[in-house]
């Protein structure tokens, strides 16, 4: 009798287990959400909560089709990244979490059309440093510097901007600015 309540108990604990390790797809903040507009906090301590963050991120930023993503994207008021080359073939695959990243160089030049999860369907071409060099934290909360170049360091800095509260429209001025807003506006009308 005992045994088969053990079993239960096993059971009853790996089912609650999966439901918690589900990931889930959470809703993306479109620009002008205010949240989008204000630089992010530094996470103190990597906990669950902040595992489970990642986890999310990484399953809806695949949900929409992205290569990167901050968590105020998704509401979440933190410097947390998440950046997925895979898909794409002008860069060799590269997977990221990064934590807290700050800039220590950056170089070069480079204009590159840009999408952003916040802004559906709108192209926007930015002119980025070629290279990049920051530090973060890992899942595992070690410090780590990497160094990118061409398309992932493009990603890095467009969800680095995210991190401090700037869209890629903060990248753009005049004119470019004003039509890339009107083509904007078009496009949110299109989706009501
Ligand atoms: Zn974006």
Redesign the pocket.
Known sequence: MSHQCCNLYVDLKSHIQRINFIPMVREILRFPHPILKKPTKKVDVIDREIRELVRDMFETMYHSEGV?L?AN?IGVDLQVMVIDTTPRKESPPLKLVLINPEVIHSEGSLNYKEG???FPGLVVEVERNSKIQFKALDLEGEERTYELEGFPAIVFQ??MD?LMGI??LDRIKGLKKRLALERYAKLQKQRV
């Open positions: 990167g901050a994207q952003c999860l916040s467009h969800e995210h869209t890629f």
